[in-house]
């Protein structure tokens, strides 16, 4: 028992500074949201190789890859879609206090379910990245078959809230995944975080 003791001490030890400083950059959580179809997992997956090739420890949980894994047993429900982000933002902060940048890609539809993400980090480490590209032409990428299985009935009701005061907007339609991915950059330099 005593040796238990002793680890977990030894591990509480070691701080998300020690981390950060041993990485030689910051850690936090970049989280995208916007429509299905916006672009946020083709950015995401974009930033992270560009920050990899930088040597920077970052992963990118995506809202789809996670709905199959952790979050299988959540539906479209209110309820299930705020446990999903309370989930998502729980995993994101583990990996921010191991210290990495962390880029959450999901849709994250309503303002109060991106404020509780928000109150799970410090106020340095989560930046709130609004994906914004016009519905009509997310509708007419619908990657996933979102907008089509969404006309069926087969996604419940949801409207999504646009971000009042995003950190950060990207204009995916103005804009190609390479200049969203240097304005992001830009973003994380000036901010330090890199």
Same mark, same amino acid.
Do not use: N
């Given at each position: 028992m005593q040796?238990?003791?002793?680890?977990?001490t030894k591990r509480a030890a070691v701080?998300?500074?020690?981390?950060?400083l041993l990485n030689g950059h910051g850690s936090c959580v970049l989280w995208f949201t916007g429509l299905s179809g916006a672009g946020k997992s083709t950015i995401a997956a974009q930033l992270e190789l560009h920050l990899l090739n930088r040597k920077v420890k970052c992963y990118v949980l995506d809202g789809e890859m996670l709905q199959e894994g952790l979050n299988q047993d959540l539906g479209y429900t209110a309820a299930d879609r705020s446990e999903n982000i309370r989930?998502?933002?729980?995993?994101?902060?583990?990996?921010?206090?191991?210290?990495?940048i962390v880029v959450v890609a999901t849709v994250s539809p309503n303002k109060v379910n991106r404020e509780m993400a928000r109150s799970i980090f410090g106020s340095k480490q989560y930046h709130e990245?609004?994906?914004?590209? *016009?519905?009509?032409?997310?509708?007419?990428?619908?990657?996933?078959?979102?907008?089509?299985?969404?006309?069926l009935g087969l996604m419940g009701s949801t409207i999504y809230e646009r *971000?009042?005061?995003?950190?950060?907007?990207?204009?995916?339609n103005e804009q190609t995944v390479n200049e969203s991915v240097a304005q992001l950059i830009q973003y994380m330099e000036q901010h330090e975080l890199i």
């Open positions: 040796d238990h003791i002793k680890k977990l701080t998300i500074m020690d981390r950060q989930r998502i933002g729980e995993v994101a902060k583990l990996f921010v206090d191991a210290g990495f990245v609004f994906v914004d590209c *016009p519905l009509e032409v997310c509708e007419q990428r619908d990657p996933k078959g979102f907008y089509w299985r969404s006309k *971000p009042e005061q995003p950190e950060l907007t990207l204009h995916t």
